[in-house]
């Protein structure tokens, strides 16, 4: 992009994604899901589902024995995951060849980032049981978490919603900021591909156990880095939300992360309930199987609504740090 002027040029280098990064998060908080567009033409996170349930149907077939499931589900996750990073590719080419397509790869970018949309399905969570109480949390909570919402009392409820914004805040917001300043739009194309991927076939159940063993490992290791972040992005916000916790957050999150059954997802959420002072986690249902998972955190399990707001502001001041974050690394990077 050496013919147009600096200011015009797409985003070649670290110092211009960040650039891009904070104007799409931005554009994001602002914007949020834009269902006026999405009610046209389908979001691309609903056509790599498309694609992931086609390779299911066809690779993934029930008369196949283990190995020959996995195989074929490393096969799903190389072929999907490299697609995703030709069309990034593709996309930036193209977009290079017209002034300002900086702009159009940042309106890319805050589609692809979870940021707002995040904290209105949360927040829905909270409405629900003020306004409705227990039926209406039930109803606002099945949208954002995999257990049996009829299982669920008005404090699982909360802690759902709390952990559910934890969790996604790492996979839908940090990981692909990571992403995209790492390897700009093929990386978090590729990285979405990967994230939905886990969320669709990288279940521990009979059908998914071998076919989304591979991706289910790939999401853990592209989320390592990303997980730690949001970790010690929460424990810093709560030092500026009322009542928050910051030392308790840094306490809880180093003796409690590794309870988690995954690899990232006890960062995010035992420093969120440190910063809370709540215990989260704990038994659940998904479907007729019960998870008896250990609580993360000393605090109350019978959390409320008004912890889920607690939460909620707990999550922008994070997503503030973040863009503060990213604005010293694009200084650094010039």
């Not at 600096?6 to 994001?28: M, N, S």
């Not at 503030?320 to 010039?334: C, E, K, N, S, T």
């Amino acid at each position: 992009m050496t013919t147009l002027p600096y200011f015009l040029a797409l985003p070649a280098h670290l110092g211009d994604r960040v650039f891009v990064l904070i104007l799409a998060l931005v554009a994001d908080a602002l914007l949020g899901e834009m269902p006026w567009l999405f009610a046209r033409v389908p979001h691309p996170v609903v056509l790599a589902g498309r694609a992931i349930a086609l390779f299911d149907a066809r690779l993934n077939r029930e008369n196949r024995d283990e190995p020959s499931r996995k195989l074929r589900g490393i096969v799903t996750l190389v072929v999907l995951v490299t697609a995703a990073a030709a069309i990034g590719t593709l996309i930036s080419l193209v977009l290079g060849c017209f002034t300002l397509g900086w702009g159009w790869e940042c309106l890319a970018v805050a589609i692809l980032i979870a940021q707002r949309s995040l904290y209105d399905h949360v927040a829905r969570v909270a409405h629900g049981l003020e306004q409705s109480g227990l039926s209406g949390g039930r109803d606002a909570v099945r949208h954002i978490v995999g257990r049996d919402p009829e299982s669920l009392d008005e404090y699982a409820v909360a802690r759902a919603a709390i952990e559910s914004l934890a969790e996604n805040f790492s996979d839908g917001v940090v990981a692909p900021a990571f992403a995209y300043l790492i390897a700009g739009l093929p990386g978090l194309l590729a990285y979405k591909m990967a994230n939905t991927l886990d969320s669709m076939i990288g279940h521990r159940n009979a059908r998914y156990r071998a076919f989304g063993w591979a991706s289910a490992r790939f999401d853990d290791l592209l989320n390592l880095i990303p997980a730690r972040i949001a970790g010690f992005l929460i424990i810093a916000a709560a030092a500026f939300v009322t009542k928050g916790m910051p030392g308790a957050a840094w306490r809880i999150m180093w003796r409690d992360h590794g309870r988690h059954r995954s690899p990232n997802g006890g960062w995010p959420e035992s420093a969120i309930a440190g910063a809370l002072d709540l215990a989260l986690l704990g038994p659940r249902h998904y479907g007729q199987v019960v998870v008896n998972d250990p609580w993360l955190g000393d605090g109350r399990a019978k959390a409320t609504a008004a912890n889920i707001r607690r939460a909620l502001s707990l999550y922008w001041v994070a997503c503030l740090l973040l863009v503060v974050l990213l604005a010293g690394i694009g200084l650094i990077a010039g």
